[in-house]
């Protein structure tokens, strides 16, 4: 099994920055894609960002210019920097890896969520 927990969720102002990071852990043998995702109240899940193994990355058109994902692939960490947060970046957000694990079994896995909440 692959777990994945994410840290770094809390309360800020507006204007203000977070760090969430995510740690994976478990039967892996290596992990191509992770990626943030969010989900806000009565809302559907939106992918925030995404990074490959290559470091290639992928944001959201509303987070573009605020937020910074990158990952340790020898520590399989991940993480996402987060400035100039407002109200509308509040959700619960969620880790998510894809890789193989040492079966050569293809995984997809989440973590259980970190809230952040960005008063006005």
């Known amino acids: 099994q692959v777990q994945l927990v994410e840290s770094g969720g809390g309360l800020v102002q507006a204007g203000g920055s977070l760090r969430l990071s995510c740690a994976a852990s478990g039967t892996i043998s290596s992990i191509n894609a992770m990626g943030w995702y969010r989900q806000a109240p009565g809302k559907q899940r939106e992918l925030v960002a995404a990074i490959t193994s290559g470091l290639r990355t992928n944001y959201a058109d509303s987070v573009k210019g605020r937020f910074t994902i990158s990952r340790d692939n020898a520590k399989n960490l991940m993480y996402l920097q987060m400035n100039s947060l407002k109200p509308e970046d509040t959700a619960v957000y969620y880790c998510?890896?894809?890789?193989?694990?040492?079966?050569?079994?293809?995984?997809?896995?989440w973590g259980q969520g970190t809230q952040v909440t960005v008063s006005s």
């Open positions: 998510n890896a894809e890789g193989r694990n040492l079966r050569d079994v293809v995984f997809r896995s």
